[in-house]
Nanobody, 124 residues
Framework: QVQLVESGGGLVQAGGSLRLSCAAS????????MGWFRQAPGKERDFVAA????????YYADSVKGRFTISRDNAKNTVYLQMNSLKPEDTAVYYC?????????????????WGQGTQVTASS
């Protein structure tokens, strides 16, 4: 069992930056692939970024490529999402998720564990 807790969300002006963190419990964190998803009001939860268990492979949604960076520190059981050049359309609740299979996945159904989410608001 893995428990995930996100932090770092908040209100920022368009063009600004935020860094989200996701702290995981459990000794198997380093074997899990991790992903970030987001859900805006009235919309589905969409894939944002993912990182393999080793951190050597990453993958991004086209909408955030070049602006967001996913990383992980297995010694700290933490995954990060650095968000730069934020736009109003990035406003959403951001969730981190863990996939025990260890490989990058973009589908929600591949992830077994989810955090409670953290709100990110980019104002125009």
């Amino acid at each position: 069992q893995v428990q995930l807790v996100e932090s770092g969300g908040g209100l920022v002006q368009a063009g600004g930056s935020l860094r989200l963190s996701c702290a995981a419990s459990g000794r198997t964190f380093s074997t899990y692939a991790m992903g970030w998803f987001r859900q805006a009001p009235g919309k589905e939860r969409d894939f944002v970024a993912a990182i393999s268990w080793s951190g050597h492979s990453t993958y991004y949604a086209d909408s955030v490529k070049g602006r967001f960076t996913i990383s992980r520190d297995n010694a700290k059981n933490t995954v990060y999402l650095q968000m730069n050049s934020l736009k109003p359309e990035d406003t959403a609740v951001y969730y981190c998720a863990a996939d025990p299979k260890g490989r990058i996945a973009t589908s929600r159904s591949e992830y077994d564990y989810w955090g409670q989410g953290t709100q990110v608001t980019a104002s125009s």
